[in-house]
């Protein structure tokens, strides 16, 4: 880890814009010493990135912004 984040390698950090993908209601943490996503609803669930859904993002972060739409030749 970078010399610059050495104050939070112990700590657990809030998570902000991003939720679980089926809707469970909870704050999300990430916890840097287990290196582990962690729902402060249900701390011993198991959670994998793939589990995880972004919200709130701008109009030029949605993922269909990046679809070309190409003219059919």
């Not at 112990?10 to 902000?16: F, I, M, N, P």
Request: hydrophobic share 30%; aromatic share 8%; with cysteine.
């Amino acid at each position: 880890m970078p010399e610059e984040f050495s104050d939070i390698k112990h700590r657990e950090l809030d998570v902000k814009n991003i939720v679980m993908r089926d809707g469970t209601r909870g704050r999300l943490k990430f916890s840097m010493p287990n290196r582990k996503w962690m729902l402060d609803s249900n701390k011993y669930r198991d959670i994998t990135y793939d589990q995880l859904k972004v919200v709130g993002r701008c109009n030029h972060q949605a993922p269909d912004m990046f679809k070309l739409s190409l003219p059919d030749n």
